[in-house]
């Protein structure tokens, strides 16, 4: 059920991004009198799944889903009709079109992509507002487990001040990618500020240990389940241990050293449960573990129970358009950011670019609107910088064709745009092998 609905998001997602991205060019592609003969979702190598033709364009279905196209007539594209193209120029078709219309036809994708994002973007401030913990109310720090960030210097412990000297106001869902992006980060620890410098190979370093959060909040020790040869079957799933041995533990990440410290012995303790202390004795085994899955509480409980205040800003529609437009900013610069890592040899990021399975991967395996709109989103921004790539047979390379043709005022000939095209498409083809060549050595590594 899981690969059901990972798959429909997914699924759903490209099929819209796809869908809306061509109909940037379908739309002033008629707008302008252009002729396009096909408008699919996916590609229809020798066959299709479905099609339509409603006047001058055939719509339909591909069975490759690998993107999807419109071929506008007269236009030099994935297509390769050399046949079209040696015949003389009709007036419908995209190369009899004057450049600043060719231009605005080729460009109408991505802007599509951009807009939707600042959409979506200001709808899910409109709809969902914002949920955050305050970063001073973390009074006791941030929780630290993974390796990468171990051996870089954070600790479980730290407060996080600054990144890149921007102060953190919130810890948010944002923060560990802002991490991950980061030079350095300002923290705290047992009232002293240090800077730690963030490695420059980070990204590859995070690839070869365990997947997970680089920062959490730190939890209480809460029962999940038992183990089915669990001793300690005086437990309850949603029970609290705040007491070991005698002493007190707020967070789970403290019980481990007393745990190891009592390895095969019976200790007393002291749970919480129904929002009442009740005194208990537990065995731990010689694993130095009591036989249970840890439990996760909800932001509601966390709060209820006093570790933290959950702080939500709700936006009025109008308040929701400059918190919509400035998330899209920022994620947009983010991405930017990630690019630039991606093409520097010195950060290693190009071993971590993915493919299909590293998209259908970054849905979640339950149906969340909101997640749903927020990868969406991301997605189409995504969509919209790699198309603006100057590679031919991407949108970039039309444009930068394009505007060299209105500088100059010469046109490249058909035999050169042809060329380039092939070109491109190798290009296309060895980024795609390579990026999903990735997510199958990964699977493999496993």
Do not use: C
Not at 127 to 144: E, R
Not at 272 to 291: A, C, F, M, W
Not at 360 to 380: D, G, M, V
């Amino acid at each position: 059920m899981d690969i059901v609905i990972k798959l429909s998001q997914f699924l759903l997602s490209l099929s819209l991004l796809i869908i809306l991205h061509e109909l940037g060019h379908f739309i002033p592609a008629k707008l302008f009198k252009t002729r396009v003969e096909k408008f699919y979702l996916f590609f229809d190598v020798k066959y299709s799944l479905l099609k339509k033709k409603i006047g001058e364009t055939e719509y339909g279905i591909g069975w490759l889903p690998l993107g999807g196209y419109v071929k506008i007539s007269g236009m030099i594209d994935e297509s390769m009709d050399k046949e079209q193209m040696a015949l003389p120029p009709q007036p419908w078709e995209f190369r009899s079109k004057p450049a600043w219309q060719r231009l605005i036809i080729m460009l109408g994708g991505v802007t599509v992509n951009f807009i939707l994002a600042f959409i979506i973007y200001i709808g899910m401030a409109f709809a969902y507002g914002d949920k955050y913990i305050a970063n001073t109310d973390l009074k006791d720090g941030i929780l630290i487990e993974n390796p990468a960030m171990i051996k870089t210097g954070f600790k479980t412990g730290d407060k996080i001040i600054s990144i890149d000297g921007k102060t953190v106001e919130n810890f948010d869902k944002d923060m560990n990618i802002n991490i991950i992006m980061a030079k350095h980060v300002l923290i705290e620890r047992d009232g002293k500020q240090q800077t730690l410098t963030m490695p420059t190979d980070f990204i590859d370093q995070l690839s070869k240990t365990e997947k997970g959060l680089l920062v959490e909040i730190r939890t209480p020790f809460a029962v999940g389940k038992l183990t089915d040869d669990s001793p300690n079957q005086n437990l309850k799933p949603k029970d609290i241990i705040v007491s070991l041995d005698g002493q007190k533990i707020k967070y789970f990440d403290e019980a481990k050293a007393i745990l190891e410290a009592n390895k095969g012995k019976q200790i007393p303790a002291v749970i919480l449960r129904d929002l009442k202390e009740t005194p208990i004795t537990l065995k731990v085994g010689n694993d130095s573990k009591l036989g249970i899955f840890p439990g996760g509480l909800d932001m509601k409980s966390l709060e209820k129970l006093g570790y933290y205040k959950i702080s939500k800003k709700e936006y009025g529609f109008f308040e929701s358009i400059p918190v919509g437009l400035q998330k899209g900013k920022d994620q947009l610069v983010s991405y930017g950011k990630q690019l630039k890592m991606i093409f520097n040899p010195e950060t290693k990021a190009y071993k971590q670019v993915g493919g299909f399975a590293a998209i259908y991967n970054i849905f979640p395996s339950s149906w969340s609107w909101e997640t749903f709109w927020s990868i969406t989103a991301l997605l189409s921004i995504m969509l919209g910088v790699m198309n603006l790539l100057p590679i031919p047979a991407l949108d970039g390379g039309h444009v930068m064709f394009l505007l060299y043709e209105m500088i100059s005022g010469k046109k490249p000939s058909d035999k050169f745009l042809e060329n380039a095209q092939m070109v491109g498409f190798v290009l296309l083809i060895a980024l795609l092998l390579f990026a999903n060549g990735n997510d199958i050595y990964k699977a493999i590594m496993k």
